[in-house]
């Protein structure tokens, strides 16, 4: 630091004393404050190095932590595609631990997420007027009538959270601008998916998740009543299905007779056949929920004796539906309307004796028919539901037929024989004898076709050496020993054989890492033995290097024929550096791989390296951490000492500046006082004169 008074020349006296203190400071500078910079500046080289040497070291425990592992460098694993299909079936990796062999692999089956659709409802966001409960694997789901189809989404996935969850979680699948449905998801794959339990309200069959199913029948054509063995029926009542109400008599009707007032009402209803020990007995099935008219006395006790319970899942079938047909004077339609001055919708469709009907369906499959009908005098709309569904050309054909019939409501439906989605519509068309021709109506869906079971929980089911195992996850990590099996396909009947063997080239890449870490340490340390080097003679740093060379050195006494390193290509050179020879080292570990392992596994080189390597970096007592934490205390010392030399070099400065300032002072007055006697000496010899 420059004094502000230290720009100064001598005035009185001629002398340049700024030039003075100068040289004085610095060569006092020279003598304090230079020897502590230039340690400071050897201190600040001196960590740089071994801060570096801490991260070659570091490198170097890396790669001995590679080698010294069992199985070092790994296990390939070397699954074919299906001979049969081309299809990838399964991958496979193995663990450093696994053992190499071949295995015959058969994947029969994937595991699977159970899901489980409900009803479609026209807007998910307004308000259900559902109130009742049921249970999701055991857990109660509360609904009241104020909830939307997403608020019982909410309701559910909540469910899904704390120390007990359901396992099950819902998501509501959008269609068109408001309406949805519900979707539950179990969360993990597995025969153990979703169990429905049905509450009050019969909340899980108003939501479409379940089916309705009464008591098992003997007969679907008998009587209702001696099928369910009733001595004594209660009188005929209404019940409703869904929104929608029927009159069942059990004295008189059959469970045929009922389906097919359920289906002409819109509803969806068919009879199923059941096994019943070494019979088989006959059940009716109703997609919604089945309850009591209020405004009728006796509807529950119908319910009752029907034994109408939540039932399964399973498929829905599709039903479309015309618009409402009435006769000539407004009346609703019946089989045996004539077809001759028919009305829809209120409109005459013009049809007249000698008209044609022209039909044009599409069965649930997409298969298409077309089937015409000529108006005759007698003709009815029972002559129409006849070619509709006409055996050899109207939906009664093909693979999957349906079947038409007359609603109590004028509308002419057609009901799918099979569940789930489906294509099934039918258009008619009025084509009158003067060549004319207009629309005689298009049918809608009614009741949508679809799965409520979109996906079945089950088990993955796989082979191995003719052993069958079943797990609930694809991902199999205990039938090979240390190896994880991905199961991607399933091709029964298809073995692909699985090849683990021992990862050549992975062991020979990471012996590589080892050797070049090391020769990068043996880099440094041959820098480091030049003269101008920050650690040149360090002795401490010898020793550590020593300790890696001495790692090097470890044998394997037990061993037969891999007892040192240079044995497998591994070989010190003249310099001190590693050479690696990567084709010897692999054909040593092919043929010997318990060996290489004990060369330098934990009890050879690798462990060796391991433990010089977190001997020399431990914190604060391995020998480069020593140093390290040597340096910083050495360089806040230093500091400390330039800063007091810098100190008190500024005090000398200012001294020296203060001593000629006052002899200047001094001449000063002095040759004052000079010029003041010599004028008086003028004036006394002037006097004189």
Do not use: H
Not at 212 to 219: D, I, P, V
């Amino acid at each position: 630091m420059t004094s502000p008074a230290a720009n100064f020349s001598g005035l009185s006296s001629g002398v340049q004393w700024n030039d003075i203190v100068d040289s004085i400071v610095a060569a006092e500078r020279a003598r304090s404050v230079t020897p502590v910079s230039d340690r400071l500046a050897l201190r600040g080289r001196q960590q740089e190095a071994w801060t570096k040497f801490r991260t070659l070291v570091d490198n170097l425990n890396d790669a001995a932590r590679k080698v010294r592992v069992s199985g070092f460098g790994g296990f390939s694993s070397t699954v074919p595609t299906s001979p049969t299909s081309g299809m990838t079936l399964f991958g496979a990796s193995a663990s450093t631990l696994a053992t190499p062999g071949r295995y015959r692999v058969e994947v029969q089956q994937l595991a699977e997420t159970d899901r489980i659709g409900g009803r479609s409802v026209a807007d998910r966001s307004a308000a259900l007027n559902l109130a009742g409960d049921f249970s999701i694997n055991g857990t109660a789901i509360s609904v009241a009538a104020g909830d939307s189809l997403t608020a019982i989404r909410d309701k559910i996935n909540a469910a899904n959270t704390g120390t007990t969850p359901t396992g099950v979680s819902a998501s509501i699948v959008n269609e068109g601008s408001a309406g949805g449905r519900l979707v539950l998801t179990r969360t993990t794959p597995g025969a153990d998916g979703i169990t429905l339990t049905d509450g009050t309200g019969g909340l899980a069959r108003e939501l479409g998740f379940v089916d309705s199913r009464s008591r098992l029948a003997t007969s679907a054509t008998d009587v209702i009543a001696a099928a369910l063995g009733i001595a004594v029926s209660p009188p005929p009542a209404s019940i409703r299905i869904g929104d929608r109400v029927i009159t069942v008599d059990l004295s008189t009707e059959s469970l045929a007779s009922v389906v097919a007032k359920i289906n002409a009402a819109g509803g969806q209803a068919a009879t199923e056949s059941v096994a019943f020990g070494d019979e088989t007995r006959t059940q009716l099935v109703v997609d919604g929920n089945v309850t009591a008219d209020p405004g009728d006395p006796n509807s529950q006790a119908v319910i009752d004796a029907l034994g109408m319970m939540a039932g399964t899942t399973g498929s829905v079938r599709q039903v479309a539906a015309s618009g409402v047909y009435t006769d000539a004077g407004g009346a609703t339609a019946t089989g045996s309307t004539a077809l001759a001055g028919l009305q829809l919708d209120g409109t005459s469709v013009g049809l007249a004796v000698g008209d044609a009907i022209n039909v044009r369906g599409t069965r649930g499959d997409g298969s298409t028919f077309t089937v015409g009908l000529v108006v005759g005098a007698g003709d009815t709309m029972d002559t129409l539901l006849a070619r509709l569904n006409d055996p050899t050309s109207g939906f009664g054909a093909g693979t999957r037929p349906a079947s038409a019939v007359m609603g109590s409501d004028g509308r002419i439906r057609v009901a799918d024989s099979a569940g789930g989605a489906s294509r099934l519509g039918f258009t008619l068309e009025v084509v009158r004898s003067n060549g004319t021709s207009g629309p005689m109506g298009a049918s809608t869906v009614e009741t949508a076709g679809r799965n409520r079971q979109l996906q079945e929980g089950r088990d993955a089911i796989l082979r191995v050496d003719g052993t069958e195992y079943v797990r609930s996850s694809n991902t199999i990590t205990d039938v090979i020993p240390n190896v994880t099996l991905s199961l991607a396909n399933a091709e029964s009947g298809t073995t692909v054989e699985l090849d683990i063997s021992r990862d050549l080239d992975g062991a020979a890449e990471a012996m590589q890492e080892l050797v070049t870490a090391y020769n990068e340490v043996r880099t440094f340390f041959d820098e480091q033995r030049q003269l101008d080097a920050p650690l040149y003679g360090n002795s401490l740093l010898r020793g550590v290097v020593d300790s890696f060379t001495a790692a090097l050195r470890t044998e394997a006494s037990g061993n037969t024929t891999f007892t040192r390193a240079t044995l497998t290509g591994v070989t010190l050179d003249r310099v001190g550096g590693l050479t690696f020879d990567a084709t010897k080292f692999k054909e040593a570990l092919g043929s010997a791989p318990q060996e290489i392992e004990a060369l330098f596994g934990f009890t050879g080189i690798g462990g060796a390296f391991v433990t010089a390597t977190d001997k020399a970096t431990a914190f604060g007592t391995g020998t480069i951490s020593s140093q390290l934490n040597s340096i910083l205390d050495s360089t806040q010392q230093l500091r400390q000492r330039e800063a007091d030399a810098e100190r008190r070099l500024e005090e000398r400065r200012a001294a020296l500046v203060e001593q000629f300032t006052r002899m200047e002072a001094a001449l000063s007055r002095l040759n004052a006082q000079g010029s003041t006697l010599s004028g008086l000496l003028g004036s006394i010899q002037n006097s004189r004169r």
